[in-house]
């Protein structure tokens, strides 16, 4: 019996330390976070790719960085005028399965 307890004890051993790993696998896999656009009405997901095109404007127009959750509201609409004017709007950007104003 001392051996079966012993086994019992490595088993659990093994998932108390094996959980927490597992249970954040799926963490990992998401990168980025949705941002909604209210001047066109769609999402983006703000990511590494996102965050090219806003260091771009930012650039472009002689900024400072600062969080795009920071910008003043005219600011963020200018960025977002900005962004719908670029060639792969529509391949990458909106995402999530939220719909667009033309999808409703």
């Known amino acids: 019996m001392t051996r079966g307890k012993r086994i019992l004890g490595l088993i ?3 998932s108390t330390i094996s959980l927490p ?3 954040t696998a799926g963490c990992a896999a998401r990168v980025g976070y949705s941002v909604y656009d209210p ?3 769609d999402y983006h997901t703000w990511d590494n790719g996102e965050d090219v095109y806003y260091r771009g404007w930012l650039s472009t127009n002689n900024r400072p960085y600062v969080k795009y959750n ?3 509201p005219d600011d963020q609409k200018a960025y977002w005028t900005y962004r719908h004017a670029q060639p792969d709007h529509g391949n990458g950007h909106p995402t ?3 719909p667009t104003k033309d999808q409703h």
Request: net charge positive; hydrophobic share 45%; no cysteine.
């Open 96 to 98: 999530n399965g939220h």
């Open 21 to 23: 790993v597992l249970a």
């Open 70 to 72: 920071k910008l003043k």
């Open 39 to 41: 001047y066109y009405g």
């Open 12 to 14: 659990f051993l093994a």
